[in-house]
DNA sequence: GTCTATACGACGATAGAC
DNA sequence: GTCTATCGTCGTATAGAC
């Protein structure tokens, strides 16, 4: 809808809003930072703040689902349709933001969290995409076919998600090779040592 | 450390409050839940439980070392060395303390945090725990050794904490499928389709 | 619709009496 | 070792100016 008038202002701030709170939270962490904080980085007091927001629960849903959003975005400029690594490597870089994301999806096992809607249709919709990229792998023959797509996907997203863990605890963890490994022992032409 | 004297009741009711906490957490999840409702548990004011821990997060981290420390006794006592099925189960079956692992993951990213340190020795210590399973996998031709043992530890303890986020949002995954799956892909006895 | 001011209740934490 | 009392900060709720 480019629909001009009275909302034109309110989405500009209201997208301040998230671009600031994604900004401290990317700099000191899940933990620690308070919604005053955001609201000062905007100029606002935090009721001004809460206008653009139902809690704070709420706002930070949406600065996930803004992140996810603009990752998306990008991985379809590349067209790289199913790129199953960059959908990895969307999400590292900065522990504030890893953080934030695994906060969220413990937060979110509540049905009742607002994050939780987000989660329960984002890892279908991630499931699908990675199964894509299986198939076409096992087109390809470069994925064996001896477990299901579906699964595979379960299993690639699980060591996406994972490995974040232990690159949160330990920074010099590379985050690239399990899946690197993973994928080499799905590739049939990588001959098995026959016992 | 048999000594009796007037540590007894200490350490008896530090122990009482510690496990009040694990069964609070484990009925309402991480969030939501005070420090005040567990001392009310233990007819205890708030500064008088208090004076068992330095803070909350210090309390939070003594349980998640007490369940740790549980579980690797019992699966002593099976007399099952390094079976890493039972490492996967060990954590899973109460969303209230999953969410407390992964919540208190997260927030252990701060070196600062007093979890990180139970993390950044845990982790090492159960990697080459499951190293040590792989290794034996290996030497009984269950294993490919196409990728190192230690590399492979890694991978599957990441498939073991990324499968527990996606349980947290559907309760209907199977957390052992993917567990199922990979050691499967590894087994060098199941015939991979060549192409 | 956008925003400020003010206030509320609950939290984790601390000081000091007993 | 445990209490009462209190502190500062948090997220939230309401009233009302523009």
């Known amino acids: 809808m ?17 671009h600031a709170a994604l900004e401290i939270f990317a700099a000191e962490g899940y933990r620690g930072t308070s919604l005053r904080k955001v609201a000062a980085k905007c100029s606002l007091s935090l009721p001004g703040l809460m206008h653009y927001f139902d809690s704070k629960e709420d706002l930070l849903t949406q600065v996930l689902r803004m992140r996810d959003e603009t990752a998306r ?36 096992s509540d049905p009742a969290h607002p994050a939780h809607a987000h989660f329960a249709e984002r890892y279908p919709v991630l499931r699908e995409r990675v199964a894509d990229f299986v198939r076409d792998g096992v087109a390809e023959g470069r994925i064996s076919s001896a477990v299901p797509p579906e699964r595979l996907a379960v299993l690639l997203i699980a060591v996406a998600d994972g490995i974040q863990l232990q690159w949160l605890i330990d920074r010099s963890t590379d985050m690239e090779q399990p899946i690197e490994d993973l994928l080499s022992v799905l590739d049939p032409r990588t001959a098995p040592d026959g016992a």
């Open 2 to 18: 480019a629909k001009r008038g009275p909302y034109e202002k309110g989405e500009a701030k209201r997208s301040e809003i998230l």
């Open 73 to 108: 975005v990008r991985q379809a400029e590349r067209a790289d349709p199913h790129g199953y690594r960059e959908i990895i490597r969307e999400g590292a870089k900065t522990p504030g933001l890893v953080e934030l994301f695994v906060s969220m999806a413990a937060a979110a």
